[in-house]
């Protein structure tokens, strides 16, 4: 069975750090990419900042200069390094990424079970 299994989240304050990881777990043959996104209380869900498997990167712009986005390819993980985190950055924050079961195959959005990132004093 597929999975992405994040963890990092939790509560710190204003212009603090958290570092998200998020695991792809099962059997397939490649990630195509991996993201992470955000959805706030009463707001839609969005992009927070996307890798490719070649390494190109897209970071939303509320974000960019602070989040980070980056991969081990070699253990299936993702990272979603946070600084000068700020009570806006509260949300929970999704691991999504494309997997290829098998090669040749077409890729399939996964999404993780989210974790609470609350910034706040």
């Known amino acids: 069975q597929l999975q992405l299994l994040e963890s990092g989240g939790g509560l710190v304050q204003p212009g603090g750090s958290l570092r998200l990881s998020c695991v792809a777990s099962?059997?397939?043959?490649?990630?195509?990419?991996m993201g992470w996104y955000r959805q706030a209380p009463g707001k839609q869900r969005e992009l927070v900042a996307i890798?490719?498997?070649?390494?190109?990167?897209n970071v939303a712009d509320s974000v960019k200069g602070r989040f980070t986005i980056s991969r081990d390819n070699a253990k299936n993980t993702g990272f979603l390094q946070m600084n000068s985190l700020k009570p806006e950055d509260t949300a929970v924050y999704y691991c999504?990424?494309?997997?290829?079961?098998?090669?040749?195959?077409?890729?399939?959005?996964?999404w993780g079970q989210g974790t609470q990132v609350t910034v706040s004093s």
């Open positions: 890798m490719s498997s070649s390494g190109d990167t």
């Open positions: 099962g059997t397939f043959f490649s990630i195509t990419y």
């Open positions: 999504g990424a494309g997997l290829r079961v098998r090669f040749g195959d077409s890729s399939n959005h996964y």
